[in-house]
């Protein structure tokens, strides 16, 4: 596998990990310099790379261990309520939603944008995990490793990401005018 | 575990499960409750059925159009940073 072969496999790419960088690190400027910072740490991982494995799952898992050994932890802290609790809220506030029938922004086509917004506009512990379990597909307990957090605090940190990811996108549906205004409850 | 085994769920708990639910972090029997549950309500169901469509959204990982501009800039940049780091490594 040559420099060359890097190039025509890694750079198409480049869209759908920018995209990637701008939810995790939720703004641009950062987004941008953590692109280039993946590419650069591919280029001299390339030589371990494996002929025929997933070039996309291999450049997204360097992109965000390039994220969290640059990352330096927040020192915000959340209130934090039981994982119980944030999903019964969740599910409490998604079900007004869809009785007021607020859930139809999810069929709005520029659905996408508004969503990264909202996730990018999320406090970086609850973002962290949506892009961990929700984008990633990692399991609670492997995000809890990557966070070093116990398993409870992913699920809190997660549900809470979720109901304020739902609020934010009830409120752009309002403002776009896909759904009645008030609809929020 | 036998179907006398298995505890019948209202709402209430079945909202507590649901986003443990969609993970596929419940542990068998609460999932069978939870679909005995989802079965007999079309309150959770459609609940279900709509948190399910967000998280697919969620994990949708397209790229917006609008977001083409700016990475091709991004490309000749980038391709630059590599020609660099491959001339100082020779």
Redesign the interface.
């Known amino acids: 596998m040559t420099?060359g072969d890097?190039?025509a496999l890694a750079?198409p790419l480049?869209?759908?990990l920018?995209?990637?960088a701008q939810r995790l690190t939720g703004n641009?400027a950062d987004a941008?310099d953590l692109?280039?910072s993946t590419?650069?740490n591919a280029?001299?991982g390339w030589h371990s790379f494996v002929p025929g494995a997933d070039v996309g799952r291999w450049l997204f898992t360097i992109c965000r261990h390039t994220f969290f050994r640059a990352r330096r932890h927040s020192a915000d802290t959340i209130a934090l309520e039981t994982p119980?609790l944030e999903?019964?809220a969740?599910?409490?506030q998604?079900?007004a939603f869809?009785a007021a029938g607020a859930?139809r922004w999810?069929d709005a086509p520029?659905?996408?944008?508004a969503?990264?917004a909202a996730?990018r506009s999320l406090p970086e512990t609850l973002r962290v995990l949506?892009m961990l379990?929700?984008?990633e597909?990692l399991?609670?307990e492997e995000a809890a490793q990557q966070e070093a957090v116990p398993i409870g605090t992913v699920?809190s940190r997660?549900?809470r990401a979720?109901r304020l990811?739902?609020e934010r996108l009830v409120r752009y549906a309002e403002d776009a005018g896909i759904i009645p205004g008030g609809t929020h409850v | 575990m036998s179907d006398t085994d298995l505890v019948a769920i209202d709402c209430t708990e079945a909202g507590r499960r649901l986003w443990a639910y969609l993970d596929g972090e419940l542990a068998a029997p609460s999932v069978t409750e939870m679909e005995a549950h989802l079965t007999s309500c079309a309150k959770c169901l459609r609940l279900n059925q709509s948190q399910r469509q967000f998280l697919g959204l969620l994990h949708d990982d397209r790229t917006p159009t609008g977001l083409e501009a700016q990475a091709a800039a991004l490309r000749e940049k980038v391709r630059q940073r590599l020609a660099e780091e491959r001339a100082r490594s020779r």
């Not at chain 1, 520029?110 to 944008?113: A, G, K």
């Open positions: 420099d890097f190039e750079l480049l869209p759908r920018l995209r990637y641009e941008e692109v280039q590419y650069l280029l001299k119980e999903s019964l969740g599910a409490d998604a079900s869809i859930d999810q520029d659905v996408s944008e969503l990264d996730i949506v379990v929700d984008v597909g399991s609670y699920r997660l549900y979720r990811l739902q």
